[in-house]
């Protein structure tokens, strides 16, 4: 038996073959780049037709290959947060708004949360730009048109693949909308954001899966009938694609984003345990919670400054990076450069470079900006290890993580007196899906493969580049 994994990035979608445990098929892989607008206001969109189409290409690209051959099960990892108003149509009445977006502002003489604690709690975010309880009456009153009803991006891409497209309890959470423990729309989030249950995507009930469409069967035959299980949500996905599915080991994933989690059990109508008021909690499904912070930084660090600095390819990139120490050396930085993910509310272009002289390089400013996320990731680690009372053991993972040894072991230096292990497959968050889809979350920890990391020495393993 055969998993297709579908993986739908910030910076790419890809669609990836696994056997049943949940390892990668050999070559079995498509991507397609994906391009994000982002703007000097703080503009972060997708195009939603690009979007599908990209993902239709990989698709193309794996039957092409002869890759869906015997898959009977297909797992969705989509990103957190997005969102596009459609029309009765169905038709997108705008670009999708992503995580990056940092416009949406609430609306003037709105109060917000009668007690934002306990909103918090409830709701696992905040009443903050990245969430739809803002971002909905602020897309309603900049949309020219009548805004029928609102989803998320795997909404929209499986709304067109599928017969139906419920949102999942995970991408829900991520709305800022559902109420945690009772897994339904919260009331007063559902005020604040001036929705109706009408407007909103159906939730998938326990056990939901979904069937191609007739046109899309015949054009991928292999897939007709085969079950898609409801979306996970990335941060979700990865921390289980990482082993880290208890409170001993927390996930630190660097993609285009980064965010540093802890997975726990907590079934749906259980007492939501006390969340520090720093960090956000999602669900993974009925069954787990996930508890952690985000940054807007992450790879796009790195993206930013191959285009604008002039870095040396690899391997002269890894030999320069070598030469910096791993706490950053000389330059600091403050890496946000595209703002604040909630719970804060630095603007985009909040980005700092402080230590520069005459002789500083480009690559030692790239160091910078990437010690600069380990600090923020150790101090919000910390927090994390507060709420089970113990060090915790740590698994980086990720694109960004497999490609760069120097960043991880910055990680390392950063994150000391704890074991640091790294995660050397890349797709964690295609696999951590097929394993939720699977009811296979217990044993994610013995599944996934952690390689130990020799503490601040770059080193040239698991095919670095840099
Ligand atoms: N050598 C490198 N050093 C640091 N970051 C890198 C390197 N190579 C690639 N990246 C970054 O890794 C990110 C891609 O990781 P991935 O997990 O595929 O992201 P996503 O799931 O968000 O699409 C990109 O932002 C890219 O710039
Ligand atoms: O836990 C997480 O990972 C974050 O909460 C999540 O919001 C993530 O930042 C976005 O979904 C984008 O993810 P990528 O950067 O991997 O595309």
Request: charged share 20%; glycine share 12%.
């Amino acid at each position: 038996m055969n998993i297709l994994a579908l993986d739908l990035g910030t910076s790419s979608v890809r669609g990836l073959v696994l056997d049943a445990d949940a390892e990668p098929r050999p070559g079995a892989l498509a991507r397609r780049k994906v391009h994000v607008d982002i703007g000097d206001r703080g503009s972060g969109t997708l195009d939603p037709a690009q979007y599908l189409a990209c993902l239709v290409e990989c698709l193309d690209e794996l039957a092409a290959a002869g890759h869906l051959r015997d898959v009977h099960l297909v797992a969705v990892s989509a990103q957190w947060h997005s969102v596009v108003p459609l029309d009765p149509a169905g038709a997108p009445l705008g670009p999708v708004l992503t995580w990056l977006d940092t416009r949406p502002a609430p609306a003037p003489g709105s109060a917000g949360p009668a007690d934002p604690n306990a909103y918090h709690e409830r709701t696992g975010g905040w009443w903050h730009r990245g969430y739809w309880p803002l971002r909905l009456p602020w897309l309603r009153a900049r949309c020219g048109s009548p805004i029928a009803r609102f989803v998320g991006l795997a909404e929209y891409v499986l709304g067109h693949l599928l017969d139906t497209a419920p949102m999942s309890v995970s991408m829900a959470s991520g709305t800022g909308l559902l109420d945690l423990r009772a897994l339904t729309w919260d009331a007063e989030a559902c005020e604040l954001a001036g929705v109706r249950p009408g407007e909103l995507p159906e939730l998938a009930p326990t056990g939901w899966s979904g069937r191609l469409r007739a046109e899309h069967a015949r054009r991928w035959p292999q897939l007709a009938g085969v079950a898609w299980s409801v979306p996970v949500g990335d941060g979700a996905a990865s921390n289980v694609g990482s082993g880290c599915v208890d409170g001993r080991r927390a996930a630190v994933t660097v993609g285009t984003s980064a965010a540093v989690r802890l997975l726990h059990r907590l079934p749906a109508g259980e007492p939501l345990p006390p969340l520090p008021e720093e960090l956000w909690r999602y669900r993974v499904d009925h069954e787990y919670v996930v508890t952690g912070a985000a940054y807007s930084s992450g790879g796009n660090l790195y993206t930013w400054a191959k285009r604008e600095l002039r870095l040396p390819e690899s391997p002269e990139l890894h030999a320069a990076l070598a030469r910096v120490p791993p706490d950053g050396g000389a330059v600091t930085a403050d890496p946000r450069l595209g703002g604040d993910r909630p719970p804060g509310f630095a603007p985009a272009g909040a980005g700092e470079l402080r230590g520069l002289s005459f002789s500083t390089t480009g690559v030692e400013i790239l160091a910078g900006l990437m010690a600069g996320l380990c600090r923020m990731v150790a101090d919000d680690l910390t927090v994390l290890e507060s709420t089970v009372e113990r060090p915790m053991e740590v698994v980086l993972g990720g694109g960004a993580m497999a490609a760069s040894a120097w960043w991880r072991s910055a990680f390392a230096t950063a994150l000391a007196p704890r074991p640091v292990r790294h995660r050397a497959e890349p797709e964690i968050g295609a696999i951590g899906a097929a394993l939720v889809a699977l009811g296979r979350v217990p044993e994610a920890g013995r599944l996934a493969m952690t390689d130990p990391l020799d503490e601040g020495h770059a080193s040239q393993r698991s095919g670095a580049a840099s």
